[in-house]
Nanobody
Framework: QVQLVESGGGLVQAGGSLRLSCAASGRTFTSYAMGWFRQGPGKEREFVAWIGRSGGSTDYVNSVKGRFTISRDNAKNTVFLQMNSLRPEDTAVYYC?????????????????WGQGTQVTVSS
């Protein structure tokens, strides 16, 4: 079992930055690759970013490439999402999730554990 708790969301103006954190419980954090997803108002939950178990590999949806950075600190069982140059269309509830898949996957069904989400609102 892995429990995930996100934090760091909030209200920010367009062009601003936020850093999301996701703290994982348990001693098996390094057994999981981690992903960030988001769900905007009236939209499906979509993939945002993925990071491999060691942190050496990452993947992003095209709309956030160059603006968002995913990272992890395995000593602290935490994964981060640094979000810069935020846009109103980035407004969503952001979720972290854990997967045993070795390679990047955008399929929500590949992720066994999910956090409760943190709200990010970007004003224009």
């Amino acid at each position: 079992q892995v429990q995930l708790v996100e934090s760091g969301g909030g209200l920010v103006q367009a062009g601003g930055s936020l850093r999301l954190s996701c703290a994982a419980s348990g001693r098996t954090f390094t057994s999981y690759a981690m992903g960030w997803f988001r769900q905007g108002p009236g939209k499906e939950r979509e993939f945002v970013a993925w990071i491999g178990r060691s942190g050496g590999s990452t993947d992003y949806v095209n709309s956030v490439k160059g603006r968002f950075t995913i990272s992890r600190d395995n000593a602290k069982n935490t994964v981060f999402l640094q979000m810069n140059s935020l846009r109103p269309e980035d407004t969503a509830v952001y979720y972290c999730a854990a997967t045993r898949r070795v390679y990047s996957t955008v399929d929500r069904s590949d992720y066994a554990y999910w956090g409760q989400g943190t709200q990010v609102t970007v004003s224009s």
